[in-house]
Protein backbone atom coordinates (compact mmCIF):
# COMPACT_ATOMS: atom_id res chain seq x y z
CA UNK A 1 0.00 0.00 0.00
CA UNK A 2 1.27 3.60 -0.68
CA UNK A 3 -0.15 6.79 -0.62
CA UNK A 4 -1.95 8.57 2.40
CA UNK A 5 -5.38 7.08 1.84
CA UNK A 6 -4.38 3.61 0.45
CA UNK A 7 -7.29 1.01 0.23
CA UNK A 8 -7.99 -2.23 -1.33
CA UNK A 9 -11.23 -3.90 -1.93
CA UNK A 10 -12.05 -7.38 -0.97
CA UNK A 11 -14.53 -9.22 -2.51
CA UNK A 12 -16.13 -11.92 -1.06
CA UNK A 13 -17.89 -14.79 -2.96
CA UNK A 14 -20.93 -16.36 -1.34
CA UNK A 15 -22.08 -19.27 -2.66
CA UNK A 16 -26.00 -20.82 -2.44
CA UNK A 17 -26.79 -23.94 -4.37
CA UNK A 18 -30.23 -22.97 -2.81
CA UNK A 19 -31.36 -19.47 -4.28
CA UNK A 20 -32.50 -20.17 -8.06
CA UNK A 21 -30.11 -17.96 -10.72
CA UNK A 22 -31.65 -14.59 -11.59
CA UNK A 23 -32.86 -14.62 -15.77
CA UNK A 24 -31.16 -10.99 -15.94
CA UNK A 25 -27.88 -12.07 -15.20
CA UNK A 26 -25.09 -13.48 -17.32
CA UNK A 27 -23.09 -14.89 -14.75
CA UNK A 28 -24.81 -17.67 -12.51
CA UNK A 29 -25.50 -16.59 -8.97
CA UNK A 30 -22.78 -18.36 -7.05
CA UNK A 31 -19.91 -16.46 -9.43
CA UNK A 32 -21.57 -13.19 -8.87
CA UNK A 33 -19.91 -10.61 -6.92
CA UNK A 34 -22.14 -9.85 -3.56
CA UNK A 35 -20.21 -7.69 -1.53
CA UNK A 36 -17.28 -4.84 -1.49
CA UNK A 37 -15.19 -3.85 1.46
CA UNK A 38 -13.07 -0.99 1.37
CA UNK A 39 -10.58 -0.54 4.34
CA UNK A 40 -8.60 2.45 4.90
CA UNK A 41 -5.31 2.66 6.84
CA UNK A 42 -7.03 3.80 9.93
CA UNK A 43 -9.11 0.17 9.98
CA UNK A 44 -12.72 1.85 9.07
CA UNK A 45 -14.58 -0.25 6.76
CA UNK A 46 -17.33 1.66 4.31
CA UNK A 47 -19.97 -1.70 3.17
CA UNK A 48 -21.24 -1.42 -0.60
CA UNK A 49 -18.70 1.00 -2.06
CA UNK A 50 -18.10 0.58 -5.69
CA UNK A 51 -14.14 -0.61 -6.92
CA UNK A 52 -12.88 3.17 -8.49
CA UNK A 53 -9.93 1.87 -10.73
CA UNK A 54 -8.30 5.68 -9.74
CA UNK A 55 -4.84 6.50 -9.90
CA UNK A 56 -2.94 6.77 -7.38
CA UNK A 57 -1.79 10.23 -8.38
CA UNK A 58 -5.27 11.36 -8.42
CA UNK A 59 -6.17 10.36 -4.89
CA UNK A 60 -7.24 13.08 -2.64
CA UNK A 61 -5.65 13.69 0.47
CA UNK A 62 -7.50 14.28 3.43
CA UNK A 63 -6.46 16.91 5.74
CA UNK A 64 -8.94 17.21 9.12
CA UNK A 65 -8.30 20.76 11.09
CA UNK A 66 -9.66 22.52 14.18
CA UNK A 67 -10.74 25.90 14.65
CA UNK A 68 -13.05 26.97 17.73
CA UNK A 69 -13.97 23.11 18.81
CA UNK A 70 -15.45 22.70 15.25
CA UNK A 71 -13.56 20.00 13.42
CA UNK A 72 -12.94 20.72 9.29
CA UNK A 73 -12.31 18.48 6.65
CA UNK A 74 -10.42 19.50 3.25
CA UNK A 75 -9.51 17.61 -0.09
CA UNK A 76 -6.72 18.80 -1.74
CA UNK A 77 -5.15 16.97 -4.88
CA UNK A 78 -1.78 15.79 -5.03
CA UNK A 79 -0.17 16.62 -7.44
CA UNK A 80 2.51 14.80 -9.48
CA UNK A 81 5.41 16.57 -10.85
CA UNK A 82 6.58 15.24 -14.30
CA UNK A 83 10.03 14.73 -15.21
CA UNK A 84 11.36 18.13 -17.22
CA UNK A 85 12.17 16.74 -20.69
CA UNK A 86 13.77 19.85 -22.02
CA UNK A 87 17.10 20.29 -20.62
CA UNK A 88 16.55 24.33 -20.44
CA UNK A 89 13.25 24.03 -18.99
CA UNK A 90 14.76 22.66 -15.52
CA UNK A 91 16.70 26.13 -15.53
CA UNK A 92 13.35 27.98 -16.15
CA UNK A 93 12.05 26.05 -13.31
CA UNK A 94 11.28 27.70 -9.93
CA UNK A 95 13.84 27.05 -7.49
CA UNK A 96 12.47 26.27 -4.01
CA UNK A 97 13.48 28.19 -0.97
CA UNK A 98 15.97 26.97 1.59
CA UNK A 99 13.96 26.65 4.59
CA UNK A 100 16.66 27.43 7.82
CA UNK A 101 16.50 25.08 10.56
CA UNK A 102 15.40 27.19 13.68
CA UNK A 103 17.50 26.61 16.64
CA UNK A 104 15.64 26.76 20.00
CA UNK A 105 16.61 29.26 22.78
CA UNK A 106 16.57 28.51 26.40
CA UNK A 107 17.19 30.86 28.94
CA UNK A 108 18.99 28.88 31.81
CA UNK A 109 18.47 30.17 35.62
CA UNK A 110 20.72 32.69 37.11
CA UNK A 111 23.52 31.05 39.07
CA UNK A 112 25.44 32.65 42.13
CA UNK A 113 28.83 31.00 41.77
CA UNK A 114 31.47 32.52 39.73
CA UNK A 115 32.31 28.83 38.33
CA UNK A 116 28.95 28.39 36.94
CA UNK A 117 28.43 31.58 35.26
CA UNK A 118 32.19 30.98 33.47
CA UNK A 119 30.77 27.53 32.33
CA UNK A 120 27.58 28.97 30.59
CA UNK A 121 29.69 31.66 29.02
CA UNK A 122 31.53 28.64 27.60
CA UNK A 123 28.47 26.97 26.53
CA UNK A 124 27.27 30.75 24.86
CA UNK A 125 30.44 30.73 22.89
CA UNK A 126 29.82 27.28 21.49
CA UNK A 127 26.33 27.51 20.81
CA UNK A 128 27.39 30.97 18.85
CA UNK A 129 29.82 28.17 16.53
CA UNK A 130 26.87 26.15 15.91
CA UNK A 131 25.08 29.20 14.80
CA UNK A 132 27.83 30.17 12.25
CA UNK A 133 27.94 26.82 11.22
CA UNK A 134 24.42 25.78 10.35
CA UNK A 135 24.21 29.96 8.88
CA UNK A 136 26.09 28.18 5.90
CA UNK A 137 23.80 27.70 2.44
CA UNK A 138 24.38 24.21 2.32
CA UNK A 139 23.49 23.11 6.01
CA UNK A 140 19.86 22.62 5.62
CA UNK A 141 20.45 20.67 2.51
CA UNK A 142 23.65 19.11 4.13
CA UNK A 143 21.23 17.85 7.18
CA UNK A 144 18.20 16.49 5.09
CA UNK A 145 16.05 19.79 6.18
CA UNK A 146 14.93 20.68 2.35
CA UNK A 147 11.25 19.53 1.94
CA UNK A 148 11.23 18.77 -1.82
CA UNK A 149 10.12 15.24 -3.01
CA UNK A 150 11.14 15.36 -6.65
CA UNK A 151 14.62 14.21 -7.20
CA UNK A 152 15.17 16.50 -10.66
CA UNK A 153 13.84 19.92 -8.43
CA UNK A 154 15.98 18.89 -5.44
CA UNK A 155 19.01 18.88 -7.51
CA UNK A 156 17.58 21.93 -9.32
CA UNK A 157 17.82 23.83 -5.87
CA UNK A 158 21.29 22.65 -4.94
CA UNK A 159 23.01 23.66 -8.35
CA UNK A 160 21.48 26.80 -7.76
CA UNK A 161 22.98 27.46 -4.13
CA UNK A 162 26.19 26.53 -6.38
CA UNK A 163 26.25 29.11 -8.88
CA UNK A 164 24.39 31.42 -6.50
CA UNK A 165 23.73 34.60 -6.64
CA UNK A 166 23.30 33.86 -11.04
CA UNK A 167 19.65 33.09 -11.56
CA UNK A 168 19.09 29.78 -13.36
CA UNK A 169 17.64 31.64 -16.41
CA UNK A 170 20.19 33.92 -16.92
CA UNK A 171 22.99 31.09 -16.56
CA UNK A 172 21.09 28.85 -18.88
CA UNK A 173 20.83 31.35 -21.39
CA UNK A 174 24.63 33.39 -21.03
CA UNK A 175 26.49 31.24 -19.32
CA UNK A 176 26.24 27.63 -19.89
CA UNK A 177 28.23 26.09 -22.67
CA UNK A 178 29.16 29.23 -23.90
CA UNK A 179 31.80 31.33 -21.66
CA UNK A 180 33.34 30.74 -18.68
CA UNK A 181 32.13 32.24 -15.23
CA UNK A 182 33.57 33.43 -12.04
CA UNK A 183 31.56 33.94 -8.92
CA UNK A 184 33.66 35.75 -5.63
CA UNK A 185 31.42 35.48 -2.75
CA UNK A 186 34.16 36.67 -0.47
CA UNK A 187 32.55 34.09 1.83
CA UNK A 188 35.20 31.81 2.89
CA UNK A 189 32.46 29.56 4.86
CA UNK A 190 30.04 29.02 2.17
CA UNK A 191 30.60 25.35 1.45
CA UNK A 192 31.51 24.59 5.29
CA UNK A 193 30.01 21.03 6.28
CA UNK A 194 30.97 19.70 2.41
CA UNK A 195 34.33 18.52 2.82
CA UNK A 196 37.48 19.39 4.37
CA UNK A 197 41.15 18.91 4.80
CA UNK A 198 40.33 16.75 8.09
CA UNK A 199 37.97 14.50 5.63
CA UNK A 200 40.59 13.76 3.45
CA UNK A 201 42.85 12.67 6.56
CA UNK A 202 40.44 10.59 7.71
CA UNK A 203 39.77 8.58 4.45
CA UNK A 204 43.24 7.59 4.50
CA UNK A 205 43.06 6.84 7.59
CA UNK A 206 40.46 4.86 7.39
CA UNK A 207 40.51 3.20 4.16
CA UNK A 208 42.42 1.21 1.77
CA UNK A 209 43.77 4.09 -0.86
CA UNK A 210 46.18 2.76 -3.84
CA UNK A 211 48.89 5.28 -5.76
CA UNK A 212 47.39 5.83 -9.01
CA UNK A 213 43.89 4.09 -8.37
CA UNK A 214 42.30 6.26 -5.65
CA UNK A 215 45.09 9.05 -5.10
CA UNK A 216 47.99 10.77 -6.83
CA UNK A 217 50.83 13.00 -5.46
CA UNK A 218 51.74 15.91 -8.23
CA UNK A 219 54.08 18.14 -8.96
CA UNK A 220 54.47 20.91 -11.48
CA UNK A 221 58.16 22.06 -12.38
CA UNK A 222 58.47 25.36 -13.67
CA UNK A 223 62.35 24.22 -14.47
CA UNK A 224 61.01 22.04 -16.89
CA UNK A 225 57.07 22.95 -17.28
CA UNK A 226 56.07 19.33 -17.02
CA UNK A 227 54.26 17.90 -14.48
CA UNK A 228 55.66 15.31 -12.32
CA UNK A 229 54.30 12.39 -10.08
CA UNK A 230 55.59 11.15 -6.68
CA UNK A 231 53.38 8.16 -6.18
CA UNK A 232 54.64 5.64 -4.17
CA UNK A 233 53.83 1.39 -4.83
CA UNK A 234 51.27 -0.05 -2.66
CA UNK A 235 48.21 1.61 -0.42
CA UNK A 236 48.68 5.66 0.23
CA UNK A 237 49.75 5.75 4.37
CA UNK A 238 48.51 8.77 6.27
CA UNK A 239 51.94 9.51 7.10
CA UNK A 240 53.60 9.54 3.33
CA UNK A 241 51.03 11.73 2.30
CA UNK A 242 51.38 14.39 4.35
CA UNK A 243 55.25 14.40 4.23
CA UNK A 244 54.85 14.58 0.58
CA UNK A 245 52.53 17.07 1.09
CA UNK A 246 54.67 19.37 3.13
CA UNK A 247 57.58 18.74 0.19
CA UNK A 248 55.51 20.70 -2.29
CA UNK A 249 53.71 18.31 -3.70
CA UNK A 250 49.34 18.27 -4.44
CA UNK A 251 47.14 15.41 -3.11
CA UNK A 252 44.30 14.84 -5.32
CA UNK A 253 41.59 12.32 -4.61
CA UNK A 254 40.18 10.07 -7.02
CA UNK A 255 36.21 9.91 -6.74
CA UNK A 256 36.32 10.86 -3.35
CA UNK A 257 32.29 10.08 -3.81
CA UNK A 258 33.39 6.57 -2.92
CA UNK A 259 34.52 7.35 0.70
CA UNK A 260 32.68 10.63 1.30
CA UNK A 261 28.86 10.83 2.11
CA UNK A 262 28.12 14.67 1.07
CA UNK A 263 29.51 14.64 -2.07
CA UNK A 264 28.06 11.40 -3.13
CA UNK A 265 24.59 13.73 -2.41
CA UNK A 266 25.88 16.36 -4.40
CA UNK A 267 26.86 14.25 -7.31
CA UNK A 268 23.63 12.70 -7.28
CA UNK A 269 21.12 15.74 -6.74
CA UNK A 270 23.46 17.20 -9.97
CA UNK A 271 22.67 13.78 -11.98
CA UNK A 272 18.94 13.86 -11.50
CA UNK A 273 19.12 17.54 -12.27
CA UNK A 274 21.34 17.50 -15.57
CA UNK A 275 20.42 14.11 -16.81
CA UNK A 276 24.19 13.06 -17.17
CA UNK A 277 26.74 11.47 -14.92
CA UNK A 278 28.76 13.44 -12.92
CA UNK A 279 31.73 12.69 -11.18
CA UNK A 280 34.29 14.60 -8.79
CA UNK A 281 38.29 14.71 -7.87
CA UNK A 282 39.47 16.69 -4.59
CA UNK A 283 42.95 18.60 -5.04
CA UNK A 284 44.52 19.97 -1.96
CA UNK A 285 47.59 22.30 -2.88
CA UNK A 286 50.51 23.83 -0.29
CA UNK A 287 50.87 27.44 -0.12
CA UNK A 288 53.26 28.48 -3.08
CA UNK A 289 52.61 25.23 -5.08
CA UNK A 290 51.15 24.14 -8.19
CA UNK A 291 50.34 20.44 -8.78
CA UNK A 292 49.31 20.92 -12.88
CA UNK A 293 50.86 22.59 -15.79
CA UNK A 294 48.64 24.73 -17.36
CA UNK A 295 45.72 22.91 -19.58
CA UNK A 296 41.99 23.18 -20.76
CA UNK A 297 39.41 20.32 -20.24
CA UNK A 298 37.07 19.08 -22.70
CA UNK A 299 34.10 19.04 -20.07
CA UNK A 300 31.88 20.87 -18.30
CA UNK A 301 33.65 21.56 -14.96
CA UNK A 302 32.44 23.90 -11.84
CA UNK A 303 35.23 24.14 -9.28
CA UNK A 304 34.37 24.48 -5.79
CA UNK A 305 36.89 26.50 -3.68
CA UNK A 306 36.18 24.66 -0.05
CA UNK A 307 39.53 26.28 2.10
CA UNK A 308 42.50 28.34 1.38
CA UNK A 309 43.30 30.99 -1.63
CA UNK A 310 44.04 30.12 -5.07
Given at each position: ?5 S???R ?10 P ?5 L ?6 K ?7 N???K?N ?46 A??T ?21 E?EE??D ?11 L ?8 P ?5 L????VF???I???P ?5 K ?16 Y ?13 L???I???G??V ?16 P ?15 G ?5 L?P ?11 S ?6 G ?13 SQ ?6 D ?13
Amino acid sequence: MSGPMSAFARYSQEENSSSPPQTNSVLPASRKRKRVSVINTNGHSKENQPNKNRSKSLQPLIAISETNGQTHRIEQPQNTIKKLKNFEKKFLSPAYPTPYPQRQVIVSESHQSSSDNSDEMEEDEDDDEDVEEDQSPLSAWLHDHVPIDDSTLLGQHVFSLLIDPIPLKQFAKRTWQKEALHISRKQSTYYNGLFSTSDIDDILRENILEYGDNVDLTFYNPLTSKKERHNPAGRARPAVVWDSYNEGCSVRILNPHTYSKNIWKLLSCLQEFFGSLVGANTYLTPPGSQGFAPHYDDIDAFILQLEGKK
